[in-house]
């Protein structure tokens, strides 16, 4: 199972240390240093800021403070969106509420298929525990051997070997299946990996903004 989280969030491990010109010295900073102001910037931003730092810090040795805080402010209000605090951090910092609902959906996912399954061959596992011969050979005359009293004309070839595999599962104690197409014809089909991963973070989405709801409406009240 892949689970991927705040891909935007990467965080940057590099720290700059970037050398201004004074304001009255903006145009001779290049050559003349006695006169900078020296102040160290954290990377911990987006990446979009580390692209704007990219782009100007060859430039940044020719402006003011001043200038690059106007700067900095400009571009934040045309990308405040971006540098906002992730919020689910406000009520999963450690991301263990993310993960826990993660895996419980998914699992949830695999339980209820299996639950599916097992409920559409109830009545053919019945018939074969209640056999006059061994389960095993019974289902195996009914579903396999078109020689046998047992023999089903009726079942179509591919859904006869599926009856058979799963049956033989539940007789002896093994998983089923879960990709059983005729099982899971009425609740939707078989599901792809793709499809139980994209459910199961729609499920640790909601959970979140469930416990925001939640934390925003007790700090009103």
């Not at 970037?18 to 990377?43: C, L, P």
């Not at 070997?161 to 005729?182: E, K």
Request: aromatic share 10%; proline share 3%; charged share 30%.
């Amino acid at each position: 199972m892949n689970v991927t989280w705040n891909t935007v969030n990467r965080r940057f491990s590099s720290m700059r240390d970037i050398h201004f010109a004074a304001a009255e010295d903006k145009n001779t900073a290049v050559n003349h240093t006695s006169g900078r102001d020296q102040v160290t910037i954290s990377q911990e931003g987006r990446d979009r800021l580390e692209v704007l730092a990219d782009r100007v810090e060859n430039q940044l040795s020719a402006m003011t403070k001043e200038d690059f805080m106007d700067m900095l402010k400009q571009w934040k209000s045309e990308n405040q969106p971006e540098l906002e605090a992730d919020p689910y951090r406000k009520v999963d910092p450690d991301g263990s509420i993310a993960r826990k609902t993660y895996f419980e959906s998914y699992l949830g996912q695999l339980k209820d298929m299996e639950d599916t399954i097992k409920s559409y061959y109830a009545d053919a596992y019945e018939e074969a525990v209640s056999a006059p011969i061994d389960s095993l050979t019974f289902i195996s005359g009914k579903y396999l051997c078109d020689w046998s009293d047992y023999y089903d004309l009726d079942i179509p070839a591919q859904e006869r070997q599926w009856t058979y595999y799963q049956l033989r599962a539940m007789l002896t104690g093994s998983n089923v299946a879960l990709n059983d197409p005729y099982a899971l014809a009425s609740s939707g089909g078989t599901k792809t990996v793709d499809e139980m991963d994209k459910i199961a973070k729609q499920a640790v989405k909601d959970k979140l903004d469930s416990l925001i709801k939640e934390r925003e409406t007790s700090i009103v009240n």
